[in-house]
């Protein structure tokens, strides 16, 4: 059993730098950071920072051999996996819905390793696709099954509360290889199971 490398490394948050800038934003933004409401924020926006970016996803790739039955074929399908992550061009949050599916060849990984693999992507700066790239590639490693597929939904504050202001607007993207690829069934299953164009 091999660890995942992560493309992007977890980044070390320096807390007190973080705390200090936020009581000069505070100050550019005209606020008085000595005010009762706001003397403990800049440490709490520091601690916020810490526990998302320093967030310790556990370990993600505990896979069980598990031999099939000649002749038959086993797809495994986790949906309703829900993240928060913020993009990298605002700092804003976003939501996501994930559906993540494969073919398991010889053996099968841990159920709970796919919410915590797609934990490892999204407490980072991001954009929803790369997100949905990389838990496909991790989860094609743990598994070592080239047939894997994950779909998100992503509602992404930047475009609600600010700029185009949609709030409705949800965002679909998916990364599909191997027989999950082409236009066939199991794409279209999987789509179907992320319940894609129904919301
Ligand atoms: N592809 C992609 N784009 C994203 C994501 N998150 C935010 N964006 C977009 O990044 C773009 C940044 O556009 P810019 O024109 O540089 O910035 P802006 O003037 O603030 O853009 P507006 O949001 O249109 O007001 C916007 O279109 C955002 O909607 C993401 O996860 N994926
Ligand atoms: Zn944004």
Known sequence: MTSLDHPIPRPRVDGERVADLCRQLLEAVGEDPEREGLRGTPQRFARWWTEFLDHDPGRTDTVF???????TDR?????????????EHHLMPMRLELTIGYRPCGSVLGLSKFARIVDAHAHRLQLQERIVDGV???????????DVGVVADGAHLCMSMRGVRQDQARTL???????FADRGALGSQLLAAAGAGQR
Do not use: F, N, Q
């Not at 051999?65 to 002749?71: K, Q, V």
């Not at 986790?78 to 993009?87: K, N, Q, T």
């Not at 496909?136 to 080239?146: L, W």
């Not at 993207?173 to 027989?179: E, I, Q, T, V």
């Open 65 to 71: 051999e598990e031999d099939l039955p000649a002749g």
């Open 75 to 87: 797809v495994v399908i986790v949906r309703g996996i829900v993240a928060w992550s913020l993009c």
């Open 136 to 146: 496909a590639a991790d989860v094609s490693k743990a598994t070592g099954s080239a």
């Open 173 to 179: 993207s998916h990364s599909l290889s191997g027989a």
